[in-house]
T-cell receptor, first 111, second 112 residues
Framework: EAQVTQNPRYLITVTGKKLTVTCSQN?????MSWYRQDPGLGLRQIYY???????DKGDVPEGYKVSRKEKRNFPLILESPSPNQTSLYFC??????????FGPGTRLLVL | GNSVTQMEGPVTLSEEAFLTINCTYT??????LFWYVQYPGEGLQLLLK?????DKGSNKGFEATYRKETTSFHLEKGSVQVSDSAVYFC???????????FGKGTTLSVSS
């Protein structure tokens, strides 16, 4: 089954404790990206990757890092999480300008 | 730059009512246009899409037509059901094919 998976689905952490949210897709898509969703602000892109070893900032990259060492994986790293990074995070992938597929979401609470 | 504007919600309807959610866009060239739906507690899933002018996307009774002259992609359904209650997002990918840009989303609530 074609899918984008994210782990964990739910995470509660404390300020400053580094964390990684994993994302993996099995569709051999070149393009992958991360979004955060906040009430009243909709979906905002954090980072994206056009292919292996090619990443670029989206609209709200501050406080986040990503890497793309393999085509299927695109982890999101929060090196020193802060409460304003409490949000719902989505990973996504697609080929070219075709349909973009989303993961199920990771709900993060930073205390 | 590219942008999407969709009507603010929430939209509250009775079952079997007609639904329209307006979406307009700003983009150079010929973007691809999408409607995504997010059911409560779930991720986003594609509802329908259109990739060129005058194309009509349709799925699950929903329709939207790519109108280049009015830069619009309004979502319609003739008879909504309670199960259609969700957040609907209009989105586009520009001709250069980079970011999928979303509108802010419209919450639809359908009561029986």
């Amino acid at each position: 089954e074609a899918q984008v998976t994210q782990n964990p689905r739910y995470l509660i952490t404390v300020t400053g404790k580094k964390l990684t949210v994993t994302c993996s897709q099995n569709m051999n898509h070149e393009y992958m990206s991360w979004y955060r969703q906040d009430p009243g602000l909709g979906l905002r892109q954090i980072y994206y990757s056009m292919n292996v070893e090619v990443t670029d900032k989206g609209d709200v990259p501050e406080g986040y890092k990503v890497s793309r060492k393999e085509k299927r994986n695109f982890p999101l790293i929060l090196e020193s999480p802060s409460p304003n990074q409490t949000s719902l995070y989505f990973c996504a992938s697609r080929r070219g300008s075709e349909t973009q597929y989303f993961g199920p979401g990771t709900r993060l609470l930073v205390l | 730059g590219n942008s999407v504007t969709q009507m603010e919600g929430p939209v509250t309807l009775s079952e079997e009512a007609f639904l329209t959610i307006n979406c307009t866009y700003t983009a150079t060239g010929y973007p691809s246009l999408f409607w995504y739906v997010q059911y409560p507690g779930e991720g986003l899933q594609l509802l329908l899409k259109a990739t060129k002018a005058d194309d009509k996307g349709s799925n699950k009774g929903f329709e939207a037509t790519y109108r280049k002259e009015t830069t619009s992609f309004h979502l319609e359904k003739g008879s909504v059901q309670v199960s259609d209650s969700a957040v609907y997002f209009c989105a586009l990918i520009g001709q250069a094919g980079t970011a999928l840009i979303f509108g802010k989303g419209t919450t639809l609530s359908v009561s029986s």
